[in-house]
């Protein structure tokens, strides 16, 4: 049954909708369901990371390097998608502001599902591209601002 409930929320999540049913089911097996006190720091800028979460229930706080801390509270939003392909230190740190359960989606996991699957590797380079692109565009007012434009 957690296991289903766990497959349900990867359902719900943005970044696995490029998954279908059996991949999000394989990954849901593959992931860890844990629970985070408040304050507890679910990692640290710094930290490389081995995966993404995926936000159960609760309200978690990030901090990015540089602006604003901001909450995370939707259920279903996913913590570091790019964990998923890369293996790069975090640029935030994120702590529980209430007693959260997340969901670990472990990269080796996602990697072997895309080494399987080209549709899936395919759907996971399309979205990349997407949100590189998205990123890219929100960076433009103030690259523009920096340049005297």
């Not at 790019?82 to 994120?94: G, V, Y």
Request: net charge negative; hydrophobic share 40%.
């Amino acid at each position: 049954m957690i296991r289903d409930d766990a497959a349900a929320a990867l359902a719900q999540a943005e970044f696995f909708d490029i998954c279908d049913d059996e991949q999000r089911r394989m990954l849901a097996f593959a992931g860890e369901t844990r629970h985070v006190d408040p304050d507890e720091v679910l990692y640290q800028e710094g930290d490389v990371p081995q995966g993404a979460f995926v936000l159960l229930n609760g309200t978690l706080k990030a901090k990015p390097q540089s602006g604003k801390p901001y909450a995370i509270s939707e259920t279903g939003s996913v913590v570091s998608a790019m964990a998923l392909i890369l293996a790069k230190p975090r640029p935030i740190t994120i702590t529980a502001v209430t007693d959260c359960t997340v969901l670990f989606v472990p990269r080796q996991a996602f990697l072997k599902l895309v080494q399987q699957s080209p549709d899936l590797a395919h759907r996971a380079m399309e979205r990349i591209q997407t949100d590189l692109g998205n990123y890219l565009g929100a960076l433009e007012p103030s690259r523009r601002k920096m340049k005297g434009e």
